[in-house]
Nanobody
Framework: QVQLVESGGGLVQPGGSLRLSCAGS????????MQWYRQVLGKQREYVAG???????AYADSVKGRFTISRDNAKDTMYLQMNSLKPEDTAVYFC??????????WGQGTQVTVSS
C-alpha cells in the first residue's frame, strides 16, 4: 500500500526556518508530480508549492521567495525548505502526489506553528 509520511514540523519563532520532508513508499515519488498544501482549522486546504517530474517548480504568491520545494528521487522524498517564517504560515502541512495513472495520495500532515 502506498503511503506518504510527512515530518519536520514543529514550533518556530517568526523569522525562523523549518524543513519539511515527505517520504513515499513503493517508489512512487520518483514518477509523480508532487505538491505541498496547508490547512488551518476551519479553513480550506490551500496550495503552497509544486514540483513536476522534470523538477519544474511553482509557488503560491504568499510563500514565493521564502519557501523552496525540492525532491530526491533516489530517496523517494520531497522537501519544503521554509525560511523567514511568519505567524500566518501556521498550519498543518500536507504532501500530495499524483502518479501517471492519475491516482493521487495524501500524507497525514505535520503541524507547523510560528509563534514567539
Amino acid at each position: 500500500q502506498v503511503q506518504l509520511v510527512e515530518s519536520g514540523g514543529g514550533l518556530v519563532q517568526p523569522g525562523g526556518s523549518l524543513r519539511l520532508s515527505c517520504a513515499g513508499s513503493g517508489s512512487i515519488l520518483r514518477d509523480a508530480t508532487m505538491q505541498w498544501y496547508r490547512q488551518v482549522l476551519g479553513k480550506q486546504r490551500e496550495y503552497v508549492a509544486g514540483i513536476t517530474r522534470g523538477d519544474g517548480t511553482a509557488y503560491a504568491d504568499s510563500v514565493k521567495g521564502r519557501f523552496t520545494i525540492s525532491r530526491d528521487n533516489a530517496k523517494d522524498t520531497m522537501y519544503l525548505q521554509m525560511n523567514s517564517l511568519k505567524p500566518e504560515d501556521t498550519a498543518v502541512y500536507f504532501c500530495h502526489a499524483v502518479v501517471r495513472t492519475g491516482r493521487y495520495y495524501w500524507g497525514q500532515g505535520t503541524q507547523v506553528t510560528v509563534s514567539s
